[in-house]
């Protein structure tokens, strides 16, 4: 596509249900970015792949957050047994190139866990 | 924590005056980038600037870099209602293998008509 997929748009969901976001990045972009933003807040960094290396992790706030990128394209990011503090808005951004450029980012999709 | 601080949180200003917004980053960095994001939507790249690079202008937008101070402001020139936006910075850092990209909490700029 021309642009970064991300679906759903919105999520509602239950507390302790399993939910899986989905972000389809633009065509031969090597890297791939999931970020996190709360209400008015910044985007906090949750995990970054980058080709066929070992993914970055780093910011994923718990063992319940996982994301995987199949074949360098599509990822998925899930989290298990949601709580109300994981309702935000989850973003997805993937560039051409792994070491520099221009972010191109998803419309994000809107997670809220009652 | 977080690599790039916008300073202020929230700015507002009349149509036609300057905007003007800071951030301030920790370590070494390849490149800063802007970012605007309008309310509910993602995040569109602005400018790059490099880090052997101290200024750079696209339209009314002009960056400046500060490699000295750790320190680089966005000036939006004759605002516009449109601007209103949240409004980011975000570091490549140098060194290693790992490009992670890390974005700043942000600069809400409201612009009265």
């Known amino acids: 596509g021309a642009g970064v997929s991300q679906s759903p748009s919105n999520k509602v969901t239950e507390k302790g249900k399993d939910v899986e976001l989905r972000c389809d990045p633009i065509s031969g972009h090597t890297a791939l970015y999931w970020y996190r933003q709360s209400l008015g807040q910044g985007l906090e960094f949750l995990i970054y792949f980058q080709g066929n290396s070992a993914p970055d992790k780093s910011g994923l706030p718990s063992d319940r957050f996982s994301a995987e990128r199949t074949g360098g394209s599509v990822s998925t990011l899930t989290i298990q047994r949601t709580q109300q503090e994981d309702s935000a808005v989850y973003l997805c951004?993937?560039?051409?190139?792994?070491?520099?450029?221009?972010?191109?980012f998803g419309e994000g999709s809107r997670l809220t866990v009652l | 924590s977080q690599q790039g601080e916008e300073d202020p949180q929230a700015l507002s200003i009349q149509e036609g005056e300057n905007a003007t917004m800071n951030c301030s980053y920790k370590t070494s960095i390849n490149n800063l980038q802007w970012y605007r994001q309008n309310s509910g939507r993602g995040l569109v790249h602005l400018i790059l600037?490099?880090?052997?690079?101290r200024e750079k202008h696209s339209g009314r937008l002009r960056v400046t870099l500060d490699t000295s101070k750790k320190s680089s402001s966005l000036l939006i020139t004759a605002s516009r209602a449109a601007d209103t936006a949240s409004y980011f910075c975000a570091t490549d850092r140098s060194g290693g293998s790992n490009y992670k990209l890390t974005f700043g909490k942000g600069t809400l700029l409201t612009v009265n008509p």
């Open positions: 600037i490099r880090s052997n690079e």
């Open positions: 951004a993937s560039r051409r190139l792994a070491s520099t450029g221009e972010l191109f």
